[in-house]
C-alpha cells in the first residue's frame, strides 16, 4: 500500500467516525427524551387511575394513604385532595378532586362517587 492510499483510508475513516458520534449522540438525546416523556405518561395515568380507584374503594384504603404512596413514588412536590363542595357547587352526588405537582409534570382529577 502507498503513504497515499493510507492517508486517504484513514480521512475516510476519520470522517466517517465523526459522523457516527455524531449520529450517537443524537440518539443518546432522542433516547432520554423517550425515557422522560414515558415516565411523565406512566405517573400522570398512574396517578390518576389510583385517584379514582382509590374514590370506588378498590385502590388504597384511603386518598390519604393514595397521597402519602403517590408522593414517595414519584417524587411529587406538591399533592392533595378535597370534596370539590369545599370550593365549587357541586350537585347529588359526592365530587373529589385531587391535584399534583412534580418533575415530571402536573395534573388534576376528579371523581364522583
Known amino acids: 500500500m502507498k503513504l497515499i492510499d ?3 483510508f484513514l480521512m475516510i475513516f476519520s470522517v ?4 457516527a458520534n455524531s449520529s450517537l449522540r443524537c440518539v443518546e438525546m432522542l433516547e ?3 425515557m422522560e416523556n414515558r415516565i411523565r405518561s406512566e405517573s400522570t ?4 387511575e389510583s385517584f379514582r380507584n382509590t374514590c370506588m374503594g ?3 384504603n384511603s386518598l390519604n394513604e393514595w397521597q402519602k404512596n403517590c408522593r414517595a413514588m414519584w417524587s411529587l412536590d406538591y399533592i392533595a385532595w378535597a370534596d370539590a363542595s369545599d370550593f365549587m357547587d357541586v350537585e347529588k352526588e359526592i365530587l373529589y378532586y385531587g391535584t399534583w405537582s412534580g ?3 402536573k395534573g388534576e382529577v376528579y371523581c364522583r362517587k
Open 6 to 8: 493510507v492517508f486517504i
Open 16 to 19: 466517517f467516525a465523526l459522523f
Open 32 to 34: 432520554k427524551s423517550l
Open 45 to 48: 395515568e398512574f396517578i390518576y
Open 58 to 60: 378498590k385502590g388504597f
Open 103 to 105: 418533575k415530571y409534570g
